[in-house]
């Protein structure tokens, strides 16, 4: 069985009369502006999906986003899944491994499915 891997963080401080002082600021805003994000879009759709409430403004605003955008990503994820496809198929028999197509749905009531994976905020990001 496979071992999980332990990450660790450091705290590194630099000037800010070092070069690269604006580079790292900026992309220490960023990334704490994407985790912030990601988690606003599974709060909202996990909250939005569970409760028997009716939906708040932001909550129909992220749900339509994803609306939206399912199609999209769907279409991408297709084009990519037919590259890889013949990717495969100039390979020799024994070389070859399997190919699937990874189509992402909407999230819905269902318990199985009203929560949004990592790999669907990415894409989401990225459309």
Known sequence: MGEKAIYNTQQIWIKPSHRMFAYFQDMCENSKNLYNTTNFYIRQVYTGLTTN??????????????????????????????????????????????????????PSLSKSNNQITDHFLHKIAKV
């Open 53 to 106: 409430k009716p939906l708040q403004p932001l909550q129909e605003e992220v749900l339509d986003t994803i609306h939206a955008n399912v199609e999209k990503i769907n279409a991408k994820q297709l084009i990519t899944y037919e590259k890889r496809l013949a990717k495969e198929k100039k390979k020799t028999k024994e070389k070859q491994s399997e190919v699937s197509c990874n189509l992402f749905e909407m």
